[in-house]
Each structure stands twice: as C-alpha cells, then as structure tokens.
C-alpha cells in the first residue's frame, strides 16, 4: 500500500507555499510537478484533473507535486496574473530536486496550470510535459517542447477547440481530443487517467 497524499509548506518567492506530495512506493524514476486550473475561478490543488494528473504520475514511479499557487489555500502571497505563478512552479521544483535529487523532470498542467507550465518547460525543457484543457487564449502559451501530449475535450466550453487546434497546427503539434469531454472532463478522469499514462510509457 503506498502512503496517503502528504501536505507540506515549502518556501516559495512569495513565503510559503502549500504542496500536496503524492509517491510511489519505492524510489522514484523523476520528479512531475502538476499545475491546477485559474486561481481566481476556483482552482486549488486538489481539483480533480489535477489529482488525476498526479496519480497518473505516481503510479508511473515519479514524485508528484502539486503546489498550490501564491494566494490559495495556505499558500502566501497574492495572485499575480500568470507572471509570479510560472517562479511558484519553479521554486517547488527546487524543493523537489533537493528532496529528490536529480531526477528527470515531467511536468503536467491543467488550464490555467497547463499554461503556466508552457512557460516553465520555455525555461527548462523537461523530459516529458502534459497538457490537458491548455487555456489557450487565456494566457501566454509559447511553443510545446519536444514529449509533450496536448489532451482537450471535444465540448469543451471554457477554451474551445479550435483555438488549440490553431494554436497547435503551426508546430505540427498532435492534440488527442477526447469525445464528449468537457473542459473538466466530467466522467472521463480514468480515460484521461490512462492517456497520461500511456504517454509516460
């Protein structure tokens, strides 16, 4: 049986941030941080595409962090449109690291998170990036690095389709659309589950 999720506070750019720590049970192959959905519409570490982004990693053997951004839950400091948010993720993955050591790196988003994490991988190019519901449109969203997996729904009500077909068809960039599936992929997380998992093989 592997540990229940565990919560820390970790010093960030802005004081401490709240993460969520999910491993797997013996010593971990990388280290994923998993970026949440917009802050300022509801979005926590513990939504559920970001918990099922989290798992998927775990159980392919990576640590897997989930830090609340500055403002949410008991994580300090204040919102910061996108810019402070991309050094949150950073800063976790410096814990991480010393944690952990040097381990590859996965990083993973949802919506607003997957965004932020486009930024990150512009700044570290990580060995595999997963974005589900990338909220194109909504955020800066610079060019994928190589190993990632773009997953969107089909209704998708929040960021359509089409803008992340656009914004993918210039980097012949491939997007797996699930069928049905809007942007919380209500009744489709272990489809979702299992897409992460076979890009992680």
């Excluded at 917009?38 to 159980?59: C, F, I, S, W, Y």
């Excluded at 500055?70 to 993955?93: F, I, N, Y």
């Amino acid at each position: 049986m592997r540990a229940a999720t565990r919560r820390e506070l970790i010093a960030g750019p802005a004081g401490r941030l709240e993460c969520a720590l999910d491993l797997p049970e013996g010593a971990p192959v990388g280290i994923a941080i998993v970026a949440h959905p917009h802050p300022l519409h509801g979005g926590t570490l513990d939504n559920k595409v970001a918990q099922t982004l989290a798992r998927a990693h775990m159980e392919a053997g990576y640590a897997a962090w989930r830090p609340n951004f500055r403002g949410v839950g008991a994580s300090e400091g204040m919102h910061d449109r996108g810019a402070g948010e991309v050094d949150d993720l950073a800063a976790t993955l410096a814990h991480a690291r010393s944690v952990h050591g040097a381990l590859p790196v996965a990083l993973a988003g949802f919506s607003f998170g997957a965004a932020m994490q486009l930024k990150l991988a512009a700044r570290e190019v990580p060995k595999s990036l997963v974005l589900v519901g990338v909220a194109v449109g909504y955020a800066d969203t610079p060019p994928a690095p190589p190993n990632t997996a773009v997953i969107h729904g089909e209704e998708d009500e929040t960021v359509p389709l089409a803008g992340v077909l656009d914004w993918a068809r210039p980097q012949d960039l491939p997007v797996i659309v699930l069928p049905g599936a809007d942007h919380f992929f209500h009744r489709r997380l272990n489809l979702l589950r299992a897409l992460v998992a076979q890009h992680l093989k």
